[in-house]
């Protein structure tokens, strides 16, 4: 069974480019989370993607957006980066949107 | 708004000591009560989760407490080891928000050798 996956490990970034972050489910889950943790503070929610339709958003603007593909890997974009942006993203997977879920090594996101 | 709040948030513990760690919800409709550990640059790790219609939970060296008329759950680390050093969070989940974990601020728990 294979775990949670993402990639790439880490990135730089400067203010105002745009990036994508890439996470691949764990085998037979078909849902996905995306959080971001900032240093020190627990992960906040940002969206998760369940058959490939957003199924609940947290409070992030809409310059976060996401995908699902039909094999349930998922990209996290974010656009017009803003310095506070720089944190660490998480993806998490779980079957059918249930609580257990199950995450990833995460990104790390560096914006000067 | 913080969903769940948890202390302390920072822990040592001597080695074989036991390791305590709270937290206190206000929505009674959260319905599912997992502790992640992680590790520096790691993503969080499940470790042991709870429902509501049970008071405690063991695996191992860790156990959840659950008191529902409190709206608070504990993790308990007995006989804590050094390897056991890492920042553990609560969190919590609504049945109807599908799949969206609310998590606390996290405690670093450092345990002396």
Known sequence: ETGVTQSPTHLIKTRGQQVTLRCSSQSGHNTVSWYQQALGQGPQFIFQYYREEENGRGNFPPRFSGLQFPNYSSELN??????????LYLCASSLDGADTQYFGPGTRLTVL | QQQVKQSPQSLIVQKGGISIINCAYENTAFDYFPW???????????????RPDVSEKKEGRFTISFNKSAKQFSLHIMDSQPGDS???????HRGSTL???YFGRGTQLTVWP
């Open chain 2, 86 to 92: 890492a920042t553990y969070f609560c969190a919590t």
């Open chain 1, 78 to 87: 974010v656009n017009a980066l803003e310095l506070d942006d720089s944190a």
């Open chain 2, 99 to 101: 799949g969206r974990l």
């Open chain 2, 36 to 50: 992640y550990q992680q590790f520096p640059g790691k993503g969080p790790a499940l470790l042991i989760a709870i």
